[in-house]
């Protein structure tokens, strides 16, 4: 009779949601497969190509790992409790994998946290950014971050349980009612609050340097169609004298912008294949900004052009970034909403299934997103699927 209960306890089946298994099934099988092998070549780009191995990516890497422990390891598990309707483990493996699962949510939100932080110290606070995200920092930030979710979350021990009408084990509410609450608040809305307003504060600063650089230019455009009788009236006359002194002081002021925009750049996720030559050129660009002859030389057409590449380059890193924090938003609102909104548990079963399967699609887009919004992972894929496929390739042939 014990057991009898404890398999009613353990069990999720419905009639509502008999059909929907198979299409829970199959969305888990994918999610597996394609998670487990993008966060693996996401790894392993990291460690085969030198351009990638910067301190920015280092946090890349930590939340592909968060989600390679979801894609490999407990998403299976996951899968076969939506086969047979019913938790077919245990209660010991229940609250195990309940932990991870949370665990790493919660790493995710955090190096999101991290990511959206290093992106606007880079861009606003070069300084800061060098002695927070050194060697060292680094290190102990992602210790940090795990060893900040699993303290947090291992009170909650007792309190994972098979959840019915999502057929996975989850925290248990009732058990410890304002701690989940308040972890919920911390991780989902303060932690994903701050991702947004990093962004917000990155987007107004490369406005603003955006709009700098476009009066620079204009003042440039201004004074080279300005004829040399009329400079030399206005030199007469004492106005000249006043506007070279505005001219050099704003000249000075995008010079300075321009100079952050290159030096961000210098430690961006994804760098150019020519970084000798950006380097290079990023020395020059400072003598060319501040140039007075109408016809500037050759090097420092190339050094502007450099610049403004690389500052095209660290917009597209910053998108990608900006992407994977919204497909991470996207995954995990449909879930908490019907949570919030749902307070009497009205709502039809196979809707809140079909909500926390959302959810699994988070560790695996993200290699998706790498490869389609940032060129040198793109690259780097491209290597790893072409060693993979040389045996076969030598087979065929």
């Not at 809707?351 to 780097?380: D, E, G, H, K």
């Amino acid at each position: 009779k014990w057991n009898q209960c404890n398999d009613d306890l353990l069990s999720c089946y419905n009639p509502s949601v008999a059909g929907y298994r198979y299409f829970a099934l199959l969305w888990g099988c994918a999610v597996t497969i394609i998670g487990t092998v993008g966060n693996l070549m996401t790894i392993l780009a990291f460690t085969i190509d030198p351009h990638l191995r910067t301190r920015f990516n280092v946090l890349i890497i930590n939340l592909a790992l968060a989600d390679l422990l979801y894609c490999t390891i407990l998403q299976p598990i996951l899968v076969d409790s939506y086969l047979h309707l019913r938790w077919r483990t245990g209660l010991v493996c229940c609250r195990i994998v309940g932990l991870l699962v949370f665990l790493s949510i919660s790493v995710s939100i955090i190096t999101l946290c991290l990511i959206a932080g290093g992106r606007y110290l880079m861009i606003a606070k070069r300084a800061v950014f060098d002695r927070v995200f050194s060697d060292l920092g680094l290190s102990l930030l992602i210790i940090s971050a795990w060893t900040l979710g699993l303290v947090s979350l291992g009170p909650l021990w007792p309190g994972y349980v098979f959840v019915p009408k999502v057929c996975l084990c989850s925290i248990d509410g009732k058990t410890y009612h304002p701690y989940p609450t308040i972890l919920l608040f911390f991780y989902f809305f303060v932690g994903l609050g701050c991702v947004g307003t990093f962004y917000f504060f990155i987007y107004r600063r490369v406005r603003m340097t955006s709009l700098a650089l476009l009066r620079y230019r204009f003042s440039r455009r201004s004074s080279r169609k300005k004829p040399a009788s009329l400079a030399q009236d206005t030199n007469y006359s004492g106005v000249e004298s006043s506007m070279a002194n505005t001219c050099s002081c704003e000249m000075s002021s995008q010079a300075e912008l321009a100079k952050n925009t290159v030096e961000i750049n210098c430690e961006k996720s994804s760098q150019p294949t020519h970084s000798s030559a950006t380097a290079e050129s990023a020395t020059k660009c400072p003598p060319d900004i501040i140039e007075t002859s109408p016809s500037p030389t050759p090097a420092a057409s190339s050094s502007h052009c450099t610049a403004l590449g690389d500052d095209k380059e660290m917009k597209h890193v910053t998108r990608m970034c900006l992407a994977v924090f919204l497909g991470f938003v996207f995954c995990f609102a449909p879930y908490l909403l019907i949570n919030m909104a749902d307070i009497h548990n009205h709502a039809p079963r196979v809707l809140y299934m079909f909500c926390r399967n959302l959810t699994w699609l988070n560790s695996c887009i993200n290699p998706v997103l790498y490869a389609v919004m940032n060129r040198q992972f793109r690259q780097a894929y491209h290597v790893l699927l072409t060693r993979a496929a040389a045996p076969f390739t030598c087979l065929w042939t």
